[in-house]
């Protein structure tokens, strides 16, 4: 029986989700890839595990993470109901609708029958009463952001959700979903959007109307999918997401791609006594607006890797020149390829 760390408290930072009650741990642990049914259900216990036993209490879903799509919340819903149910309010668990799920017309997008359709089947499936954070996975160009917005808001009214939150909205469109939650009193607290140091248009868009907003950001991708880590310095793995064809995300080409950046901040990490992958956690969570950086894993070790960033967070304007420098030498990158 898994009995969780009794330090798991001692050095993890916890931060408030804008002018929210809620705190985030730092660090938080997606499960969209490495968690499905074709996935070995013992490693991921360990990579949860070790999550939980470091201080993370920020663990991310969504309807279609997989694959196959809900197995990542079947995989969760069993780890909470053999280990981690008496630690449920210790958790901070979210889920996700918006993207596609089932077929016919309901089962993507943004309408009220969608979302609400949707956050009952993924509570089923992890066997919780309530998810702490529900987001609307990304806005529906054809229906009325009003409509989306209240179906978040009658999960929240019906007790099947505590907050809301949009991801990979535009600072326009948050800003409208913002004021419709405003006057509905509904408990927005987070946006989530893709952000790291190889994809940073969210910086002049989303993060000031966040911060305009009293709201926060938990950052998606923070490692870019590994690319950001000394994965690829020596090429591409085997066991490597890249090389991976249930993963159509990541692409060796990319990997090619941004070699010689990845190389160049590699020597500026280790300068700083840092893993590359510690110092792109370090550099986003400088930005006011994100309380935590979500990270993926394949493996506990790189949880542990990865949660050392917290100790050293300081950057000196050298280190910060050297990163800028180096970021606007990268070439533009075709991420849709
Ligand atoms: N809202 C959205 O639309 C959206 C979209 C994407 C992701 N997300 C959320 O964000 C979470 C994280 O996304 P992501 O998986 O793309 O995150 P990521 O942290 O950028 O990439 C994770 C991958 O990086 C590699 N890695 C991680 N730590 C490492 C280390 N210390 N050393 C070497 N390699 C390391 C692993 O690759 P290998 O598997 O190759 O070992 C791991 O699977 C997701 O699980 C999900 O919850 C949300």
Known sequence: ????????????????????????SAISLGLWNNFGSVDKYETQKKIVHKAFDLGITYFDLANNYGPEPGSAEENFGRMLASDLKPYRDEL???SKAGYVMWPGPYGNWGSRKSIIASADQSLLRTGLDYFDIFYSHRADPETDPEETAMALDQLVRSGKALYVGLSNYSGAQIKVMADIFHENHTPFIIDQPRYNMLN??????????L????????????????LLTNKYLNGIPEDSRANKSTIPFLHPAQVEQTLKTVKDLNAVAADRNQSLAQMALAWNLRQPAIASVLIGASRPEQVVDNVAALDNLEFSEDECNRIDEILSAQPEIDWQA
């Open 1 to 24: 029986m898994y009995q969780a760390n009794e330090h798991r408290y001692d050095k993890m930072i916890y931060n408030r989700v804008g002018n929210s009650g809620l705190k985030l």
């Open 92 to 94: 901070v668990i979210a």
């Open 211 to 226: 911060v305009a907003e009293k709201k926060g950001a938990v950052s998606f991708s923070s490692l870019c999918q590994g």
């Open 200 to 209: 940073r248009e969210v910086e002049n868009d989303v993060f000031p109307e």
